[in-house]
């Protein structure tokens, strides 16, 4: 079965980049579209954006200006860039496959903004 | 804020039924059968119960049903069980230039 995990670390800096990549294992990455997913502490969950294997994205117009998505498709991997970071941007970064409904997803992983 | 609206809570003894609503606009849920619901046990990966409405993924138990009405979507849940203790999110497709909606989560006890 599919499995994802997310990697990455888990501070940076305020104004600094945000990178993530999500390892996906038991498939291909080679279809479906490829999710991030956050949620900061206390609140609910917020779409990032998605990436199909082609490299064809769509993003939250919300974060549109500050996010770039990329997969790498001999590593079965996909990565997540979010710059200029502020504490707002703390949150729990989850990776999952789906384009509107999302099966399965990664256990997440915490990154706090903070200096 | 979240774009969908949830009830904080709900609860339910062993074998209730519950049902959790959740809220949107006809720019979503009114105008795209595309409602999903997640069940998330914290420090766990979220889990989809419910996708393009009433649709159940394989392995999900028949307890699970979702249904739409309006701008509305409703997830119920019948032999409430005490693993069902978790917290639940709806999320909604909402097209124009391409965004998806979350919920803001309902948490739900297990008397």
């Known amino acids: 079965q599919v499995q994802l995990q997310e990697s990455g670390p888990g501070l940076v800096k305020p104004s600094e980049t945000l990178s993530l990549n999500c390892t996906v294992s038991?498939?291909?990455?080679?279809?479906?579209?490829w999710s991030w997913i956050r949620q900061p502490p206390g609140k609910g969950l917020e779409w990032i954006g998605n990436i199909l294997y082609s490299g064809s994205t769509n993003y939250n117009p919300s974060l549109k200006s500050r996010v770039t998505m990329s997969v790498d498709t001999s590593k079965n991997q996909f990565s997540l860039r979010l710059s200029s970071v502020t504490t707002a941007d703390t949150a729990v970064y989850y990776c999952?496959?789906?384009?509107?409904?999302?099966?399965?997803w990664g256990q997440g992983t915490l990154v706090t903004v903070s200096s | 804020q979240s774009a969908l609206t949830q009830p904080a809570s709900v609860s339910g003894s062993p074998g209730q039924s519950i049902t959790i609503s959740c809220t949107g606009t006809?720019?979503?849920?009114?105008?795209?059968?595309?409602v999903s619901w997640y069940q998330h046990h914290p420090g766990k990966a979220p889990k989809v119960m419910i996708y393009?409405?009433?649709k159940r993924p394989s392995g999900v138990s028949n307890r699970f049903s979702g249904s739409k009405s309006g701008n509305s979507a409703s997830l119920t849940i019948s032999g409430l069980q005490a693993e069902d203790e978790a917290d639940y999110f709806c999320?909604?497709?909402?097209?124009?230039?391409?965004?998806?909606?979350f919920g803001g989560g309902t948490k739900l006890t297990v008397l």
């Open positions: 038991g498939g291909s990455i080679s279809t479906y579209y």
């Open positions: 999320c909604s497709y909402a097209g124009g230039g391409y965004v998806v909606v």
């Open positions: 006809s720019s979503d849920v009114g105008t795209y059968n595309y």
């Open positions: 393009d409405v009433s």
């Open positions: 999952a496959r789906g384009e509107w409904w999302f099966d399965p």
